[in-house]
């Protein structure tokens, strides 16, 4: 039996030591440009809010209070999560040190408490891991006071089958060691792109990802239910390294197109876009999607949709806002790319279109700022007839009192749209501001549900910030309902321009107020 000999707490730079000699020996990650490099030198900032658990944990089971730190960093980013199912026989990840499955149950009854506690209480889950790291070190029979060699412990903690991944979780290990003041970037050093083998066609579909093969996928069909029409946005349910080794490993037979680091600093494509990844399980239900884009029922999903995942969990309370500007800016690459219009019914959650048995992104993935960023990224302003689809920053709408609210019509843009009979002596009408901070051209498009009693030469007239009119457009609101259909182009000034869609004309038909486009 091997004792157990209390390590030198506090030597975070023998810590890094191990973690390079570790990561040397393993392949490393394929393909990550200078700029991701770069940013994986950032370590997570001081202090944690688990440290005194770290500490009492560490000195309770001999294992280095900066180590359980530093992997419950890579793992969970210090968020007490409640995981779900994301992949088919993953199990759910639980805690700040995201145990699961069996390693749960182990080391739930390793610390002598509940798999109950061990999943909702911290200082039970924190303890239940360093006990579990413990039997791992015993197990392995490392000499505890040479620090490098708790590798071997921290690969199998990972649980990660690739080599590849494994190396990836170390190198996060490594940063999270950057805590402290203590100096990072000693692991080995990122293969340059030039050195590694395109994907089939040249340069990934996104110039800044990295590069990553799955072979879980197959092709889309050649009819119209196979183009691209909209992305769907997940959650991993584990850490980074985790999530796209298991998409990329064939025993999984699930993938992504794409998955995006907890901050924003990598992005691995799995699967080219052109290609049909395996990301959702269900068939199109357009109730589900505010009976959007109907003609689609019954197709199975992963025809006509692009998958992005995140790093994460669907429980946790909030999302980096670094993972989210470069998810924004990803989505904008692929919607413009694509021809996908920038809305909610086109971006939208795993959770959403397969709401029986998934969650994903979660309550707290907040999507109308999200979208506005997306937006924002391919130079477009939005203004919706409801505040509550609206950035109050750069977009308002005003609506008088006595223009109903309606759903009825599919193929409204947000949460429904707003419409008013015609009257010869109308005088209000419905306004769409949107705040300019340069003047330059802008074009202005509109859009609205259709149906045969809408007005077939409703006016929209575009009032710049200064009070000018600079046109009057009238479109026919009968057909073309659910597209955009562009006025006109302006050079506007800076500051706040609307467009006012009035209803001033002979009596008969009604006009629909559902929202404006600007973009440059």
Not at 55 to 75: N, Q
Not at 139 to 168: H, Q
Not at 481 to 509: E, I, M, Q
Request: hydrophobic content about 45%.
């Amino acid at each position: 039996m091997i004792a157990r000999v209390k390590p030198r707490l506090g030597a975070d730079a023998a810590l890094l030591v191990w973690l390079a000699a570790a990561c040397r020996g393993s392949p490393v990650q394929p393909c990550p440009t200078q700029q991701v490099a770069a940013h994986q030198a950032q370590g997570p900032a001081l202090p944690s809010p688990f440290d005194s658990l770290f500490a009492t944990a560490g000195a309770e089971f001999h294992v280095p209070p900066a180590l359980l730190a530093s992997i419950g960093w890579a793992e969970t980013r210090w968020q007490m999560v409640r995981g779900t199912e994301e992949f088919p026989g993953r199990e759910a990840r639980f805690g700040v040190m995201a145990l699961r499955g069996h390693a749960l149950e182990r080391a739930a009854a390793l610390a002598g408490v509940t798999v109950d506690a061990a999943e909702r209480d911290p200082v039970a889950n924190v303890r239940a891991a360093a006990a579990l790291l413990d039997a791992y070190a015993t197990a392995a029979a490392i000499d505890r006071t040479r620090i490098e060699e708790w590798s071997t412990v921290v690969t199998r903690y990972s649980d990660i089958e690739l080599p590849d991944g494994r190396a990836a979780y170390l190198r996060e290990v490594d940063r999270a060691l950057a805590r402290g003041g203590v100096r990072a970037g000693r692991g080995p050093r990122a293969v340059a792109a030039s050195a590694c083998s395109p994907p089939p066609g040249g340069a990934p579909d996104y110039a800044s990802a990295v590069w990553r093969a799955s072979p879980n996928f197959d092709q889309r069909a050649s009819d119209a239910t196979g183009a691209i029409h909209m992305v769907i946005i997940h959650t991993c349910e584990s850490n980074y390294a985790s999530c796209w080794s298991w998409l990329v490993n064939p025993v999984s037979q699930v993938s992504a197109h794409y998955v995006v680091n907890e901050d924003g600093s990598e992005i691995s494509e799995l699967v080219r876009e052109q290609s049909r990844a395996w990301h959702i399980a269900a068939s199109y239900d357009c109730p589900l999607n505010r009976r959007h884009d109907c003609w689609l029922n019954g197709v199975q999903s992963n025809h006509f949709t692009v998958g992005i995942e995140h790093a994460g969990f669907a429980s946790q309370a909030s999302f980096p806002a670094a993972q989210l500007a470069a998810s924004a800016t990803l989505v904008c690459d692929v919607t413009r790319d694509r021809g996908i219009p920038r809305d909610w019914q086109h971006i939208v959650g795993h959770g959403q279109l397969q709401p029986a048995d998934r969650h994903d992104p979660g309550a707290n993935w907040p999507w109308i700022a999200y979208v506005h960023l997306v937006q924002a990224r391919c130079g477009e302003i939005v203004v919706d007839d409801s505040a509550e689809f609206n950035d109050p920053a750069v977009a308002v709408a005003t609506l008088p009192a006595a223009w109903p609210t309606a759903d009825t019509t599919p193929d409204y843009y947000g949460g429904g749209y707003r419409w008013a009979p015609t009257q010869a002596a109308a005088t209000d009408g419905a306004a769409f501001a949107f705040l300019l901070a340069a003047p330059g051209a802008r074009t202005v498009d509109a859009r609205w549900t259709s149906g045969s009693n809408r007005s077939s030469r409703a006016a929209y007239a575009v009032v710049a910030a200064t009070g000018d009119t600079a046109g009057v457009v009238r479109l026919d609101q009968t057909t073309g309902g659910g597209v955009w259909h562009t006025l006109g182009t302006w050079t506007l000034p800076a500051g706040w321009n609307r467009v006012v869609l009035l209803r001033k004309d002979a009596s008969g038909a009604v006009v629909v107020a559902d929202a404006i486009r600007v973009r440059d």
